[in-house]
């Protein structure tokens, strides 16, 4: 393994000294600019903008900027098109390495599009490697069943590709065989360590402040680092820039209000202006289920949480702006088995673009502080609790060479970890900790004829743990005509935290954290283990074929090698010190060593034209895991899911197109779980040789079976949704929804209590009725 890293980091960096040799300081002119909205000055992401007749373009970015560059001397028309905008068209000439600066507006459309179809993603798909990675913008999540009368990022999540959600309830995420601590997810490039309530159904983000959402399900460049499965990289965007605006919702399921404006109003002349977004949402499912789900449970549906968060954005006149944001997000769920579940979490921070005056280049920067607090108190158990707090920071840099960019930064992190837990046989395991990260990285995009290019290095320095990982990582693209592409992903990956979670729950509920863990053992399968990180590897080969001008096939197939990892001690009964050395380290250690993989196919068809919407989407995947006592011991995770599938289709009526209808059914198969072979009076001896064993009562253990040994049934629903607009007046808006979740009804194992063996199910039929008015 050693050998053939190394040899990877070599071939990476012999690439990256090949590439950027020829075309670094190559000459011609630079146009670059920002696109936005005439409307609300909100930049206009993913866009085409490119010289008529020539092969010279560009796409925007989340910013809404783009960069043309390297382009001979000479007279050129600039056009700039995007579905639902009129078309903008202007002359330009390029005179020697002059680099000439737009702010450009686009109007909205004054007729009706359905007829024309101009998109940014075909031509994104051919100039973009995008391999194992989905783009998604609030448009697209409100194309599916708004389950409680709001659209929403973890309803949409559950669609994706290699995307695996244990259901209603629960809310956590597992990406191609990846757990949820080793999935990133960034906020405004902040760290939020729980993105989801404990009703699987919502996110703590609200859709109507997004602007964008990189999904990597594996294969990510060298900008991302501290995971070895997937990152989320949420972006929200800017208040509105010309007026006050804002939008109001209700449901049976929770209510929310969103407020934005200008603080200075942004002019058509491309002066500076500052903006504020405010977003508060709640659910007061427990009070509302005890009106309208009572046939449920008479005492209510135990979720409720909020969440708040608000931004101010400073821009100037050249499109570098400063962003000042916060956030408060909190969660309370009371189960029938659980006396007490919640966690909260908080933070804040900045970010900022910056654009140099006379480089075809941009800067980018971020400082965050978050935390995060869980709690879980089970009857019959003793309670856990964890939390995590710190800061990271970053600074990056692009520099744009003609259809080639060149991407480095410095990253830097630091977060307390501190938790207290009990493992299976009731040992307390507890531990305080902090940790600093320090990376370094480069990425390099060239485009070769047919062929992207994109290799990258991440140089990652475990200051606390005095741990170096190189990470060497590569992806290819291969336009072989003009409908079907070819696509290669790989690298490595390494970090630190782990998770607290105990794979003995049927259902776990419980994720705290930990970093770089002392007392792991010293060996594994008869090899020293030299580091205490966790490392894998990741292969993706995938095709993307055009079958039609609106349906685009997408196949990936993926394998994940999860070379190290650690994980809690579940059979731990000695303490580790000297009145035990004789015991193995598998009854005596906090954490165990483990190691696994994870591969599969995911497969995609979307079809996306005038009023329809169609999007099919199927996963096969293997998840294994394997631990040592006497011997190594295989087993697979309880998120192992071997059939996942989700039919979404939607459909929009009406002459003004104000009715629309959505369906969603998923079917996934039975997640693995251990098994309750039996139960023991367990006799703790508190008072030693002097414990009447005779009279005492004992505490109720469980005799568990083999780890994971058992599958529970299948899972799968049906969801409805239509929807109705009225136009009140040129900006105002009031939007009425109908949802049922669940249609048919389905009894979806939730989890068993082993104690009572009473079966707890997954949500039933549930209907709900929302209102929504924007103004």
């Known amino acids: 393994m050693k050998l053939r890293n190394s040899f990877l980091t070599s071939l990476i960096i012999f690439l990256l000294i090949f590439l950027t040799s020829g075309d670094l300081f190559s000459q011609g002119g630079t146009i670059r600019g920002f696109i936005y909205e005439k409307e609300s000055g909100e930049p206009v992401i993913f866009t085409n903008a490119y010289l008529l007749k020539t092969k010279y373009g560009s796409t925007t970015d989340v910013n809404g900027f783009f960069v043309i560059s390297k382009i001979p001397e000479g007279s050129y028309t600039l056009m700039v098109t995007y579905l639902g905008y009129d078309t ?381 990982s190189p990470e060497p990582r590569l992806a290819l693209k291969y336009n072989a005509t003009d409908r079907l592409r070819f696509k290669f992903a790989g690298g490595l990956y390494s970090q630190n935290l782990i998770s607290t979670s105990s794979d003995r729950d049927v259902v776990n509920l419980f994720y705290g954290f930990l970093s770089g863990p002392e007392n792991i053992q010293d060996e594994f399968d008869g090899e020293e283990i030299t580091h205490k990180l966790q490392k894998a590897q990741h292969l993706i080969l995938g095709m993307e074929y055009d079958l039609f001008s609106n349906v685009t096939i997408n196949l990936e197939t993926y394998y994940k090698n999860f070379s190290q990892l650690t994980n809690m001690n579940r059979n731990k009964v000695f303490d580790d010190n000297e009145q035990y050395t004789d015991e193995p380290d598998y009854l005596k250690k906090d954490f165990i060593i483990e190691r696994g993989n994870a591969y599969g196919i995911d497969f995609s068809l979307k079809y996306d034209f005038r009023r329809i919407y169609l999007w099919t989407v199927y996963s096969y995947g293997f998840v294994n895991r394997e631990y040592e006592e006497e011997e190594l011991i295989k087993y697979v995770p309880h998120y192992d899911r071997r059939h996942n599938v989700n039919l979404v289709g939607a459909y929009i009526l009406g002459e003004d197109m104000n009715w629309e209808i959505s369906l969603r059914w998923n079917f996934g198969s039975g997640f693995p779980f251990t098994q309750t072979q039996g139960f023991y009076e367990n006799i703790t001896f508190d008072d030693g040789i002097n414990t009447d064993y005779v009279i005492i009562n004992g505490e109720l253990q469980t005799l568990y079976a083999s780890l994971n040994e058992g599958r529970l049934p299948s899972y799968h629903r049906l969801d409805f949704t239509v929807k109705r607009k009225f136009f009140l007046g040129e900006r105002t808006l009031l939007e009425a929804n109908i949802s049922v979740t669940n249609i048919y009804d389905k009894d979806n194992i939730f989890y068993i209590n082993r104690m009572t063996s009473e079966k707890v199910y997954q949500l039933p039929i549930m209907p709900s009725f929302g209102l929504n008015f924007s103004f």
């Open 88 to 468: 903008i068209s202007m002359p330009v000439t390029i005179k020697g390495d002059e680099i000439i600066f737009k702010k450009l507006f686009m109007k909205k459309a004054s007729y009706s599009l359905t007829s024309i179809t101009i998109s940014a993603d075909r031509e994104e798909a051919r100039t973009e490697t995008k391999t194992s990675v989905i783009k998604i913008t609030p448009k697209q999540i409100k194309q599916i069943p708004t389950i409680g009368g709001q659209p929403d990022l973890a309803q949409y999540l559950q669609v994706l590709p290699g995307v695996i959600f244990t259901g209603d309830q629960g809310g956590q995420l597992y990406i191609r065989g990846g757990s949820p601590i080793q999935n990133k997810v960034l906020l405004d490039g902040m760290i939020i360590y729980n993105p989801f309530h404990s009703i699987g159904l919502f996110s703590v983000f609200d859709t109507d402040i997004l602007r964008n959402a990189d999904i990597y399900t594996g294969g990510f460049g060298a900008e991302y680092g501290g995971r070895i499965s997937s990152v989320m990289d949420i972006t929200t965007r800017d208040g509105n820039k010309k007026r006050l605006s804002g939008k109001a919702a209700v449901s049976t399921f929770g209510a929310k209000l969103m407020l934005e404006g200008p603080i200075s109003k942004q002019k058509d002349d491309g002066q500076g202006s500052s903006s504020f977004i405010l977003s508060w949402k709640n659910s007061y499912l427990e009070q509302s289920s005890k009106i309208f789900y009572e046939y449920i449970d008479s005492a209510g549906l135990p979720f409720n949480y909020m969440d708040l968060y608000g931004k101010i954005s400073l821009n100037g006149a050249n499109g570098s702006k400063v962003n000042f944001f916060g956030f408060n997000f909190n969660d309370k769920v009371n189960y029938k088995a659980i006396s007490d579940y919640n966690w909260k979490s908080s933070g804040g921070g900045m970010n900022f673009l910056l654009i140099p005056g006379n480089s075809p280049a941009l800067i980018e920067g971020n400082l965050a502080f978050s935390n995060y607090k869980i709690s879980l108190t089970e009857q019959n158990r003793s309670p856990r609790t964890s939390s995590i707090s710190g800061f990271n920071m970053g600074l990056h840099f692009t520099y744009f060479v003609g259809k080639n960019t060149i991407k480095y930064g410095l990253e830097m992190l630091g977060f307390n970890t501190s938790f207290d837990f009990y493992n299976s046989v009731n040992r307390k395991i507890e531990q305080n900790d902090y940790t600093t990260e320090l990376a370094a990285y480069f990425k390099y995009k060239i485009t070769a004829g047919k062929v992207l290019i994109e290799p990258s290095i991440r140089i990652q320095w475990y200051a606390t743990l005095s741990n170096f």
